[in-house]
């Protein structure tokens, strides 16, 4: 069983981001908190398109760090580009932090591939 105070928090937290609906009764003329009788529901349709909605914010969020990600790192770019071949002029920190820049740009990369993913599982189901 869940502690009373768990399910309150829960199913606000429910409602606030939309996956289910609050219906309250009033028993009597006066509005009364303590003695109203609070219905939840919930919708498989518009949990399912809350849940897509969601990831649809998540996707455009990676997408717009990954832009900034890459605005911030032009320079890290514009050293790789004219380089090329030769490492001649690159230190040890400087590789390191442009690997970490690297390896930064492929994991949003592969967040978003797993969100367009997951957004195109959510629109087939």
Not at 8 to 29: T, V
Not at 41 to 56: F, H, K, Q
Not at 72 to 84: C, H, L, P, Q
């Amino acid at each position: 069983m869940v502690p009373a105070k768990d399910t309150r928090e829960l199913l606000h937290r429910l409602y606030r981001d939309k996956y289910i609906e609050l219906f309250n009764i009033n028993q009597g003329k006066q509005h009364n908190p303590s003695s109203m009788i609070y219905l939840w529901g919930y919708s498989r349709p518009r949990g399912t398109r809350t849940a897509a909605e969601n990831v649809c914010i998540a996707l455009c969020n990676m997408r717009l760090r990954r832009q900034h990600e890459v605005e911030v790192g032009k320079d890290w770019i514009e050293r790789a580009k004219e380089a090329g071949a030769t490492d001649e002029n690159e230190n040890e920190v400087d590789k390191l932090m442009f690997s970490r820049f690297c390896q930064g740009l492929e994991r949003l990369d592969n967040a978003a591939i797993q969100l367009d993913e997951t957004l195109m599982v959510l629109k087939d189901y």
